[in-house]
């Protein structure tokens, strides 16, 4: 089983749609929970970290379920501009982040 | 300068050469690190180094060989590559883990070995 997956994608959704990204992990003593951004041929940004009681960022929200080990971030009213591949990346004690292979957004005008 | 700046942007070397990237931060981080990203692949960490001190390799071939002189810069020495090591290679650093954590990725190096 790898360390981190995610929904494979792509995902092509219209202007203004809401749409659900899933991350699983595999290591329950996983200490930290990022969600990143990666526009094509760019370096890959961070979006948004991921807390024990959930955490919203205007049209993005991210929910951590430490049980089943798996992570979720939603877009809702997505824009153009929303388009990337959205990286899951999961972090230990010792400074290690596993990246998940993301999951490429699609916003369609 | 802020954040993470990685040079060359792009680099083109034979499979004879020697080359190496350079990565600097400015964050006043304690850690850096070194992933390639092939195509069509998650990131994969070749290295750490925490406190300037190397602290995984994960059995990444000995033709990359990495450099931390101190807690701002790193290197990447390449010599003998294949030409499946062209890949993206960037550099990232971060201060501890936790909450608000995270990397800083550099812009990375786009390396095509022929």
């Known amino acids: 089983r790898k360390e981190v997956e995610q929904d494979p994608g792509p995902f092509n959704v219209p202007e203004g749609a809401t749409v659900a990204f899933n991350c699983t992990y595999s290591?329950?003593?996983?200490?930290?929970f990022f969600w990143y951004r990666q526009d094509c041929r760019k370096e890959p940004k961070l979006l948004m970290s991921?807390?024990?009681s959930g955490n919203e960022d205007g049209r993005f929200t991210a929910q951590l379920n430490r049980a089943s080990q798996y992570i979720s971030l939603l877009i809702r009213d997505s824009k153009l501009s929303d388009s990337a591949t959205y990286l899951c990346?999961?972090?230990?004690?010792?400074?290690?982040?596993?990246f998940g292979p993301g999951t490429r957004l699609s916003v369609l005008p | 300068e802020t954040g993470v700046t990685q040079t060359p942007r792009h680099l083109v070397m034979g499979m004879t050469n020697k080359k190496s990237l350079k990565c600097e931060q400015h964050l006043g981080h304690n850690a850096m690190y070194w992933y390639k990203q092939s195509a069509k692949k998650p990131l994969e960490l070749m290295f750490v180094y925490s406190l300037e001190e190397r602290v995984e390799n994960n059995s990444v071939p000995s033709r990359f060989s990495p450099e931390c002189p101190n807690s701002s810069h790193l290197f990447l020495h390449l010599h003998t590559l294949q030409p499946e090591d062209s890949a993206l290679y960037l550099c990232?650093?971060?201060?501890?883990?936790?909450?608000?954590?995270?990397?800083?990725f550099g812009s990375g190096t786009r390396l095509t070995v022929v």
């Open positions: 990232a650093s971060s201060q501890g883990v936790g909450p608000g954590g995270g990397y800083t």
């Open positions: 990346v999961v972090g230990d004690y010792g400074q290690n982040f596993v």
């Open positions: 991921v807390y024990s």
């Open positions: 290591n329950s003593a996983s200490q930290s």
